[in-house]
């Protein structure tokens, strides 16, 4: 079995400070992706030698451009072997730190693993362009993924949610980020063409599970949350997933991060 595990950090020495280590020590996934890191090499690394042993190798990267230094950072790491990272997107995310895939070898074969973190935008303004074109870019190379005819698996913070299901106040999200028709469809257009949202597959019929909720409010407590943390599948790689669980924290006090981690097993 593949354990892989997704989650938005919110910053990984803030999240090391509220326990995050007890977490990946209990979990132990054979893959992790994290978004938002928001810190060097050395300090990824030095968390996962702590928790979880030495012998990691990790494709990590975060942002370069103007501006961005502390907003994003993207990882994947693993025990297992490894062959090509990448994060080339599109010339324009280059520098956002938005982006990387590993190719990681299984038993049933190499598996591209992406950790991606799209922008949290704001409708009808620059931001919510930048979101969109991100978006499109995501799409055009998810569409090179599924071509090339392998596994793979797109796990990460997608900063949208898609159905009602996936977020509690739907109806007072309509017209703002997160929920706006044009935004959704992409998630359409993934899904025609093959990929495969895995929790959503094996839990058709609930409410969320939420993977995100203010830190603000009584937000968690009232589980007023939003489904935005994914991990999306090529066909055949999704028909393995046995089961799926958002590790959500027991109380607002044990949080590590304002996401919960999203975590599913694989039959290879």
């Not at 702590?50 to 370069?64: D, F, I, Q, S």
């Not at 730190?97 to 935008?121: C, F, K, M, Q």
């Not at 203010?214 to 046995?242: K, N, P, V, Y």
């Not at 958002?246 to 999203?262: N, Q, T």
Request: proline share 4%; hydrophobic share 40%; aromatic share 8%.
């Amino acid at each position: 079995m593949l354990t892989v595990a997704t989650v938005n950090v919110n910053g990984i020495r803030a999240a090391v400070r509220r326990g995050m280590a007890s977490w990946l020590a209990e979990r132990d996934p054979d893959v992790l992706c994290l978004q938002e890191v928001r810190a060097p090499d050395e300090v990824l690394g030095s968390l996962l030698d702590e928790a979880l042993g030495a012998g990691w190798h990790v494709a990590h990267r975060e942002p370069t451009d103007a501006g961005t230094r502390g907003r994003a950072g993207v990882a994947v790491a693993t025990r297992l072997p490894v062959g090509e990272q990448r994060a080339a997107l599109h010339p324009r995310f280059d520098g956002a730190g938005r982006w990387v895939e590993l190719d990681v070898r299984t038993p049933a074969g190499t598996v591209t693993v992406v950790s991606v973190y799209v922008h949290t935008g704001e409708a009808g303004t620059p931001k919510q362009d930048d979101k969109t074109a991100f978006l499109d870019a995501v799409g055009e190379r998810m569409e090179q993924l599924r071509a090339a005819g392998g596994h793979a698996l797109v796990c990460g913070d997608f900063n949208v949610a898609h159905r009602e299901a996936d977020l509690k106040n739907w109806r007072g999200n309509l017209k703002k980020a997160g929920f706006l028709p044009e935004e959704r469809a992409h998630y359409d257009r993934w899904f025609a063409s093959g990929w495969v949202d895995v929790v959503r597959s094996l839990h058709p019929d609930r409410e969320g599970p939420y993977s995100w909720w203010s830190w603000r409010g009584q937000a968690f407590d009232r589980d007023t949350g939003w489904r935005i943390d994914l991990q999306l599948a090529t066909g055949e790689l999704a028909a393995r997933a046995g089961g799926a669980a958002v590790d959500r924290a027991a109380s607002y006090a044990e949080r590590f991060s304002d996401h919960a981690p999203v975590v599913v097993t694989y039959d290879v």
